[in-house]
């Protein structure tokens, strides 16, 4: 199976700050990797498909890119409302697997 | 809008079965592939089941291989998880969720329901 690593797993960062995370895969999967945020009490929300594709109605401060198995997912100016935890998945081969998240603080 | 709704968890002794339901809505059920994704309590995402659109093909996490089967019946745009011989671990929230691809045959999860919630014990 494809193991999908997350780091860091915990991130505070302020209002503002351009904020980045990481997952990289145990082996290639091209650019099948998704990206989702999990607010609590909630189901994932599709952010990025395809690596870098942002999702109909995702803010453009979300982004998404890859090099290699490391992939990376972007906020450019931390909102409130991007408190969350967030899971990468791959596509690529089954079984699918998700990366343990990150979840992401407001200071 | 698309619309998931799980329904058909409970309370099961560990050896015990049950079947999760799925229902959709707001959009051409026979025209997706779809998914299992369960999450144990506090913990991350695992994805289960994955079926293909006319039920032909059929793939499962290692932890459920034997045990659960997914089916889904497209004239009542419905998705099942026949969940057999239950285990303590297998307690979690399961979630539906419709498997998209845009153009390259390879399918993410676009849309997901809110989850119904299985526990396993004695």
């Known amino acids: 199976d494809i193991q999908m690593t997350q780091s860091p797993s915990t991130l505070s960062a302020a209002v503002g700050d351009r904020v980045t995370f990481t997952c990289r895969a145990s082996?290639?999967?091209?650019?099948?990797l998704a990206w989702y945020q999990q607010k609590p009490g909630k189901p994932p929300k599709l952010l990025i498909y395809d690596s870098s594709t942002l999702q109909t109605g995702v803010p453009s401060r979300f982004s998404g890119t890859m090099s290699g198995t490391e992939f990376t997912l972007t906020i450019s100016s931390l909102q409130p409302a991007d408190s969350a935890t967030y899971y990468c998945?791959?596509?690529?081969?089954?079984?699918?697997?998700f990366g343990q998240g990150t979840k992401v603080e407001i200071k | 809008e698309v619309q998931l709704l799980e329904s058909g968890g409970g309370l099961v002794q560990p050896g015990g079965s049950l079947r999760l339901s799925c229902s959709v809505s707001g959009f051409s059920f026979s025209n997706y592939r779809m998914n299992w994704v369960r999450q144990a309590p506090g913990k991350g995402l695992e994805w289960v089941a994955n079926?293909?659109?006319?039920?032909?093909?059929?793939y499962y996490a290692d932890s459920v291989r034997g045990r659960f089967t997914i089916s889904r019946d497209n004239a009542d745009n419905s998705l099942s998880l026949q969940m057999d011989s239950l285990r303590a671990e297998d307690t979690a929230l399961y979630y539906c969720?419709?498997?998209?691809?845009?153009?390259?045959?390879?399918?993410?999860?676009?849309?997901w329901g809110q989850g119904t919630l299985v526990t396993v014990s004695s």
């Open positions: 079926i293909k659109q006319d039920g032909s093909e059929t």
């Open positions: 998945q791959q596509y690529n081969t089954y079984p699918w697997t």
């Open positions: 082996q290639m999967i091209y650019t099948w």
């Open positions: 969720a419709r498997g998209m691809t845009v153009w390259s045959g390879f399918y993410f999860m676009d849309s």
